[in-house]
DNA sequence: CTCTATCTGTGAAATATTTCACAGATAGAG
DNA sequence: CTCTATCTGTGAAATATTTCACAGATAGAG
């Protein structure tokens, strides 16, 4: 498992990909990693070891050129092919995915809906195409749909995550209660509410800890 | 800087505490580290390592007893404790939120929507009283709110992030499509849905880069 | 053209984190 | 009670990651 880019910096160039597109529109042309790093949070000597990571950029007093450090990072990752994505489970949560503006404007592209309930899918508003989640497989393949949205209610969730990954997904970000282990190379991100909230206040309770340790 | 328990370690034992509540209700009573492995896809070697750091139990040879192990997390991390939440931003993804059927299993109770849109919050129905974004700063403080779950629209995710800070939260789940950087101590966690994706298909990318380079 | 201020890029050092390996513990069989 | 199989708990070793420090580059001033 050695990859040759650190996990870390993989989410922090990440990070930095969509950071850079929002500079773009603003108008900025340049961007020095401290001011990289000061609207991130992260360490300037941290931001400048990972960009070297993934090839050099041409060197100056102006900071990065923002157009050729997002080409950079773009290309490394893939960021710069359109890809196809889908949403299984239409609940309120799945719907408001399903229905989200930002993903037009990206890379991603939301092409099909999946539930099991027939009258809730009949009063869903939306401009894409909706499926029973028994067809999961068979579309997946047709549409060549490569990412998933996972927002089915936990009894379906394990079952529904195997139909996407024998359809072929490469990755699915799982917003239903459960967590699903990462299987056959499919990458699995488990997003789940409570979870979440939990994890802000564990950083918390242990900051106060370590506050209290320091005195 | 120096956290006495790694932040990795953190994410898995949070991870860890909720599985074993599922577990609890399942009626299992024992877990081994190497089961604890397999449904979260951590290695059984740094689970055991990880709950050493926040304290030993009584060892043994049917492995971790599944009360005190959640008890001992839950104690470490203040799990066990019911905390205040509320939800800014009620469009579809924040109105999902609000009423996420989890949240009030669980430790957190939301107890607060807010909104600028007054004829949206007219006809949301939910058992939970809604307010002006302008009244966050007195309402977190008045009901002791301690987190935040913030699905604004970009426009306003920074100033309402204020309010909430000035409010006096302690962390702050940001679900709005802006990166807002930690300040005073608040925790804040960035989870925007092309972001999400972005990194699916960046650690896949990454996967096959290795694969290629491993041949 | 020269000089200077201000960045990046990157080996090396410092830290942090994970993995290993095995001693120590105990439940349960007989 | 004794023996054995099967776990955990944890220092130490191995790795991974971050931070440091400074050489090298260049834009822009004059």
Partial sequence: MNLNIPIPAIERLTKLFSLLQKIKIEGKEKISSAELGSLTGFHAHNIRKDISMIGALESGKNGYDQESLENVIGNTFGFKRKK???????????AAMLNNPDA??????IIAGFDSNTNRMEM???KVPLFHLYEIEEKVKE??????????TPENAIKTAERLVTGGVKGILNFSPIII?????????????VEELRL????????????????
């Fill in 104 to 109: 037009g404007s990206s890379e991603f592209e």
């Fill in 181 to 193: 282990a990462p299987k056959n190379g499919v990458q699995i991100r488990n997003i789940y509410l």
């Fill in 143 to 152: 549409l060549g749909i490569e990412y998933a949205i996972l927002a089915v």
């Fill in 200 to 215: 802000l206040s564990a950083l918390d309770a242990a900051n106060s800890q370590q506050l209290k340790n320091n005195i």
């Fill in 84 to 94: 196809r994505a889908c949403v299984a489970g239409l609940d309120m949560l799945g």
């Fill in 124 to 126: 869903i508003s939306t």
